[in-house]
């Protein structure tokens, strides 16, 4: 699996973005799908996540009732739906693939092999 996010931008506080994720080279389907985030200095942590049907979300807890990760398999993409966004949400974000945990999806990064290039996403106060 191939990722390509896209979507980032510069963004006031309390608005919103859509990020999208494309995957090449077959297998969409099969794979559970995350993003992840970096701020500067920061280590990579967990945004959202999503199961190979669609069926089972899971976030973090800095994002719950602002972001929605959706999925669209049969153009093999995912995307986050990022809403009220904040100054703190400022950071690179990046899609991630895993087809071990197909059914229940990690939420570490050590569990994801398939990496995206990342997207900039930044809010401005």
């Known amino acids: 699996v191939q990722l390509q996010a896209s979507g980032g931008g510069l963004v006031q506080a309390g608005g919103s973005l859509k990020v999208s994720c494309a995957a090449s080279r077959g297998g969409f389907s099969s794979v559970a799908m995350a993003w992840f985030r970096q701020a500067p200095g920061k280590e990579r942590e967990f945004v959202a996540a999503?199961?190979?049907?669609?069926?089972?979300?899971f976030y973090a807890d800095s994002v719950k009732g602002r972001f929605t990760i959706f999925r669209d398999n049969a153009n093999s993409a995912v995307y986050l739906q990022m809403n009220n966004l904040k100054p703190e949400d400022t950071a690179v974000y990046y899609c991630?693939?895993?087809?071990?945990?197909?059914?229940?999806?990690?939420?570490?990064?050590?569990?994801?092999?398939?990496w995206g290039q990342g997207t900039q996403v930044t809010v401005s106060s």
């Open positions: 999503v199961n190979w049907i669609g069926g089972n979300t």
């Open positions: 991630a693939a895993d087809v071990v945990r197909a059914i229940v999806p990690g939420i570490r990064a050590f569990e994801y092999p398939y």
